[in-house]
């Protein structure tokens, strides 16, 4: 294990969260860098905490994200359940059967066009997983930038997440779940009881737990878990019970939830939204048992049955019908707060940093971000943060309303891509400054002094990073304020323990008590006992009751 972080195991459970897991994992590919190796690239943040190296039938040697993604059938497309990687000619045609054989074929879905179009244009992919850029004449200047208008053609031709995922996964990643369909009116996995029962069949369970123990056991120092679930389907109780069994099985590791919700809801369609909001309370409950702590995801702006407008990003341009933008911000926002964990020099662990977000019972946070952090050309740190200003500058990413007037409780905070050259004030000397921020010498002192003077109450951790957030194609182009394609940006993101959580987990609770639930037998009918869903609203209420005091005003 290179650097002093330990590694992390990433779980991927449902669709949504493939979309984002799809986006995430492009995004490391390219922070990887261009050379024949990820080795290579020694920068801040430590892709071995992610990646492990293995090697092919042919001694191949591999580097590919230590993942195990479930999903249902029909959701890969030309995507192979055992990847591309490790196939063998050989092996596949070896048939131990010698009677007479009948072949059944299922269709066979072709790559996304614009994809493969994307991917020529930059360069090849080799069978060792790593990306090779085409030649560059004389073997001079940076790699060739793709400025073809790929983006948008993409985005139109996106159906399931395995049309924009540009790396290469090992053969226990993918785990299919055939007993519900992801596309069709019937055989969908739509309730929690559902989820939860998959876990409880050994087919699943031992397949989990086979993957599970191939991934740990070649750690040199596992510090954890990471899952990313959606909540608002029967996913949510597939990700209790894996959260369960990581519990039982790697006591003391850290484990952390990103529960995923996409971004829009369809006033027309009451019985998806009733599941919906019934399917996140019970998948909150039960991760915040299981999990060291849970972070909601979405740009939608409620997590309760009122539909509130999603989420504005002053410098984005996002559509939030398209899971394909939805997950692109969100992803964004999960590669700089999980920062902390990922750090090869002076790593948070994943349980430090959940011991110091979650003391007094507070398991859920709420996540934050803004994407990109306006650094405008010939402007310092100093100068970009007094021009945000505000003690809540972040737009919110977990569906729990405006956290203007807020409490923060604590707060794990991380700037990323801001070039050293601009992280302390040029002003000459005598000059008067126009903040204390401009007094600071460091970017790292500008960043806790700025965090400290918006919340002088709150326990707060900072990190100021050189390392931007790649958003190369296949990402969508998002960002209006910026006139040309980017690859690269600076993002200000924050994980917070916020108040905010009173208010949305006790509407949680209060909408469910509304709910005339004969009308919905067929959600209890899927797995979930009446005794249940009263033990649930007092979890929410105890839960919520735990937001409801605390230091640290956010005006």
Known sequence: MAGGAGEVLTLQLGHFAGFVGAHWWNQQDAALGRGTSAKESLGELCPDVLYRTGQTLHGQETYTPRLILMDLKGSLNSLKEEGGLYWDKQLDAAVAWHG?????????????????????????????????VKSIPNGKGPPPVTTAAIPKPLESSVRVWSDFLRVHLHPRSICMIQKYNHDGETGRLEAFGQGESVLKEPRYLEELEDRLHFYVEECDYLQGFQILCDLHDGFSGVGAKAAELLQDEYSGRGIITW???????????????????????????????????????????????????????????????????????????????????????????????????????????????????????????????????????????????????????????????????????????????????HAC???????????????????????????????????????????????SIPVFGALCSSSSLHQTLGGLATELTKLDLRRWASFLDAGVEQDEMEELLQELHSLAQCYQDGGGLMD
């Open 100 to 132: 007479k054989l009948t072949t059944h074929k299922e269709e066979v879905y072709p790559q996304n066009p614009h994809l493969q179009d994307l991917l020529s244009a930059e360069g090849v992919r080799s069978s060792d997983g790593f990306w090779r």
């Open 259 to 437: 529960g995923l919700i996409p971004g829009s809801c369809s006033l027309g369609e009451p019985q998806k939204n009733i599941y919906r909001l019934l399917n996140t309370a019970f998948g909150l409950v039960h991760l915040t048992a299981y999990s060291s702590f849970v972070c909601p995801l979405s740009l939608g702006g409620s997590l309760g049955l009122r539909p509130q407008p999603p989420v504005n990003f002053p410098h984005l341009h996002y559509d939030a019908t398209l899971p394909f933008h939805c997950s692109a911000i969100l992803a964004t926002a999960l590669d700089t707060v999980t920062v902390p964990y990922r750090l090869r020099s002076s790593p948070v662990s994943m349980v430090h940093l959940a011991n110091m977000l979650t003391f007094s019972g507070k398991k859920v946070v709420t996540a934050g971000a803004v994407i990109p952090f306006p650094l405008v050309p010939g402007q310092s740190l100093p100068d970009a943060l007094v021009q945000l200003g505000g003690a809540t500058p972040w737009t919110p990413l977990s569906a729990c309303g405006n956290p203007s007037g807020t409490r923060c409780f604590a707060q794990s905070v991380v700037l990323r891509g801001i070039d050293r050259a601009c992280h302390t004030s040029q002003l000459t000397p005598g000059t008067p400054l126009p903040s204390p921020l």
């Open 441 to 487: 010498t460091t970017g790292e002192e500008v960043l806790a002094q700025y965090l400290h003077q918006q919340q002088p109450r709150v326990t707060s951790s900072s990190h100021l990073l050189l390392t931007p957030c790649r958003v190369a194609p296949p990402y969508p182009y998002l960002f209006s304020s910026l006139s040309q394609q980017v690859h």
